[in-house]
């Protein structure tokens, strides 16, 4: 009787594998197809045309309380997570079992 449970199993995945896979080229218009690659530029040109980055003193003001709160928060997990007289009450019943 085990022998039937993966039998199907593999009579599943082999049907399911006789499947007709999609046909991906015709999602490409004739247009694209028959496009050029397009050009390799260095990496300096690309930066030269992007703007310097903008960011008020707001912003400034906003990240870096963010940061704080996150290093507070941070800290806050590092601490323990049982407090002494629990840890001491769990010890004490570990040694006298």
Avoid: H, W
């Avoid at 399911?16 to 050029?36: E, H, I, K, T, Y």
């Avoid at 906003?62 to 010890?91: K, N, Q």
Wanted: glycine residues 4%.
């Amino acid at each position: 009787m085990p022998l039937r449970p993966a039998f199907t199993i593999c009579l599943v995945t082999a049907i399911g594998a006789c499947a007709q896979f999609p046909d991906l080229d015709s999602a490409l218009s004739d247009s694209a197809a028959n496009a050029a690659y397009p050009d390799l530029l260095p990496v300096e040109d690309l930066n030269a045309r992007v703007d310097e980055p903008r960011i008020a003193p707001e912003t400034a003001t906003g990240i870096e309380a963010r940061v704080a709160s996150l290093r507070a928060r941070a800290a806050r997990l590092r601490g323990t997570v049982i407090d002494s007289p629990t840890r001491a009450r769990m010890s004490k019943g570990v040694t006298e079992s």
